[in-house]
């Protein structure tokens, strides 16, 4: 029986595997930080030269169809079953292998140097990719060369941006009609994918995710980030995150950025004023928060809104005291004592002088400034309080949940603050 010869590239796949041996069995004790890095360096270049590798062979393998061995309908799924990548990994490597090595050389001769990462020669094939029909051959093959000549100095990241501009740099005439044929095609796209899903869990969460066009979604970012930022967010961490005296450094949040800007999301929410937002069987879309009047005066029983949920007796008395926000009492007999009117809300005069005399929130060892506060009554209406600027003092949005939860006992102090501590 005559053995088959075997591709001289077999060969260097073993020889590659005994070299990676003698790696994993050298001692790294003695390496310092000169050979280290150095090292690293090296074998970095040289990981890439072995990705371009593969993806020539991935080419190939399209070539020589790899798949009809084991019945798979594409090289891509091949692969994929073959070395346990995803399928959309396989299909995205395996496109882009060809596209190099079919139609750009410059970029698969850089690969081969090991001077262009793999993640940043993806980007360059879509980059050109996405130039279209209408461009020249010469201009395709300067704006390859210019890409390739950018990765050099930028990552994957920065090579995105700069592919999208391209033209602009290699054909200018022609880039500024092109970027605003992409643009307007990507923004018609963009429109058509718009999308929000929101469910409720059961346990007092709802759950969404949407889709919105680059421009929208960033002025959204913008606008989470005005009230998440790392330097007075920690003033408004919720008052089961620890008690109500902020003494930490208000120029350090360790909370992870997308859990600020939920507390900002919901913030954003509880600030959108019903004038703001367009009439619904004609009373705009204002919240009716339903309550007994034992509930505002500190009972605990819970309080409903007009959507049908349910809320703590806490959060009601704190949603009381928003004028965006319609608080409806009912007495034992279940009959309406009283329908929240703006006159029981400070006006903004009333919340100019509070902000002249209080220059912040008025909790003990909070400093957060008068921006970011509201106003509060010292004493509520349910007990005959009425809104004026004597009784009245801002609270930043912490400290004013902290006002209304039942866990904790408020004083005032000769200061004129207000100190929290929670029950025992």
Request: hydrophobic share 40%; glycine share 8%; net charge negative.
């Amino acid at each position: 029986m005559t053995e088959t010869a075997l591709h001289p590239l077999a060969g260097v796949v073993a020889r590659l595997a005994a070299v990676l041996d003698d790696g994993f069995a050298t001692g790294l004790l003695t390496a310092g930080p000169v050979e280290t890095s150095a090292a690293l360096v090296a074998l970095e270049r040289e990981s890439n030269r072995l990705a371009a590798l593969q993806s020539r062979l991935l080419a190939h393998a399209t070539e020589v169809r790899v798949e009809d061995m084991t019945g798979a309908p594409s090289t891509a799924v091949w692969f994929a079953n073959a070395t346990n990548t995803t399928r959309a990994e396989a299909h995205r490597r395996v496109r882009a292998a060809v596209a190099t090595e079919e139609r750009y050389g410059a970029l698969a001769a850089a690969g081969t140097s090991g001077a262009v990462l793999p993640g940043q020669a993806e980007v360059v094939v879509r980059a050109l990719d996405d130039l279209g029909e209408g461009v020249t051959a010469e201009i395709r093959a300067e704006a390859e060369r210019t890409l390739v000549g950018f990765a050099h100095q930028h990552d994957a990241k920065a090579l995105r941006v700069l592919g999208r501009r391209i033209l602009d740099v290699v054909a200018p005439a022609v880039g500024e009609a092109r970027e605003a044929e992409l643009l307007a095609r990507e923004e018609r796209e963009a429109a058509a994918k718009i999308r929000l899903t929101m469910r409720e869990d059961g346990h007092g969460c709802v759950h969404g995710k949407f889709t919105v066009p680059e421009m929208h979604g960033a002025m959204f970012t913008k606008m989470l980030d005005a009230i998440a930022s790392p330097r007075r967010s920690h003033l408004r961490n919720d008052a089961a995150h620890g008690a109500a005296d902020d003494t930490a450094d208000d120029t350090v949040d360790a909370r992870p950025a997308w859990e600020r800007r939920g507390q900002a999301f919901v913030e954003l929410i509880e600030r959108m004023r019903d004038a703001d937002l367009p009439d619904a069987a004609g009373a705009g879309a204002t919240v009716v928060v339903t309550m007994q009047v034992d509930t505002l005066t500190g009972g605990l029983a819970a309080a409903s809104l007009d959507t049908g949920h349910r809320i703590s007796p806490g959060e009601a008395r704190r949603l009381a005291c928003s004028a965006d926000l319609v608080p409806a009492v009912l007495g034992s007999k279940s009959e309406v004592l009283d329908l929240g009117r703006s006159a029981r809300f400070h006006s903004k005069p009333q919340r100019i002088a509070m902000l002249l005399r209080d220059g912040g929130c008025t909790a003990e060892g909070c400093d957060a400034p008068p921006h970011w506060c509201e106003a509060h009554l010292d004493d509520p209406w349910s007990r005959g309080g009425r809104t004026s600027v004597e009784r009245g003092r801002l609270l930043c949005w912490r400290h004013h949940r902290v006002a209304h939860d039942p866990t904790y006992l408020t004083e005032t102090l000769g200061t004129g603050k207000l100190r929290f501590t929670r029950r025992v």
